[in-house]
């Protein structure tokens, strides 16, 4: 096994501060090499008829478990190593994405706009269930990570309609604090201008639009 790591592809050590999505890249590579990136991304143990619930290895299940762990840990800073010494690949590799993964973009659009439009139930007399509700929110967005302006940018992505999905595809890529207004709104009015040029070529080769579909006008 000792082999099977120092033959990997050379990866960066990651200690909680570079770029962590570059770095899983990075990673994903050297474990497929391995042939060992299923062990990473699933939980391949398995229970028995006997004892369903505890789910155990193979012999060679367990080896390239082995294996997987020892390509990731190899690529940490030794403080991050310490903690998941007796983890299996699938718990280290979930563990990692939940500590320094970007949160799905829809999910966390969703939950801003939950959080703002917010409003106590009037039925709570004592305000203790809507606290709790607001504090879940608030646990869900992780509320200090990100800057007033990136909120606020996250807001207006939120509110784009059907016809600025390239828009809304494009920026949800980018982290939340890297977000800038300008950028939106200026791609916002490029597609609306697109969107605009596309309708006057329509009209003036005599196309219109019939249940979604496009269609040429016969000539009169």
Sequence with gaps: MAN???????????????????????????????GVLDYAESDMRVGTAEEPDKKKF????????????????????????????RSIAFEVWTELHKLYGIPNPEDLMSNILEL???????????????????????????FMAFSSSAMANLMYL?????????????????????????????????LSDTHKK????????GVTNFGGAARAQRPT
Excluded at 67 to 74: C, E, G, K, P, T
Excluded at 198 to 205: C, N, S, T, V
């Design 198 to 205: 596309q309708r006057a070529y329509d009209e003036k080769i």
């Design 58 to 85: 193979s012999n060679t299940d367990s080896k390239a478990d082995g294996l997987a762990v020892a390509i990731i840990l190899r690529c940490l800073s030794k403080s991050h190593r310490k903690r998941f010494i």
């Design 158 to 190: 939120a509110s784009l309609n059907k016809h600025h999905d390239l828009v809304h595809l494009e920026f949800t890529k980018k982290k939340p604090n890297e977000l800038e207004f300008d950028d939106i709104f200026n791609a916002v009015c490029a």
């Design 116 to 142: 703002f439009s917010f409003r106590m139930d009037l039925d709570d007399k004592e305000g203790h269930a809507s606290a709790v509700q607001y504090s879940n929110l608030l646990d869900k967005i992780d």
């Design 4 to 34: 099977d790591v120092e033959m990997m592809l050379e990866v960066e050590i990651f200690d909680g501060s570079g770029n962590f999505t570059d770095w899983t890249e990075q990673v994903i590579l050297a474990l497929r090499q391995k």
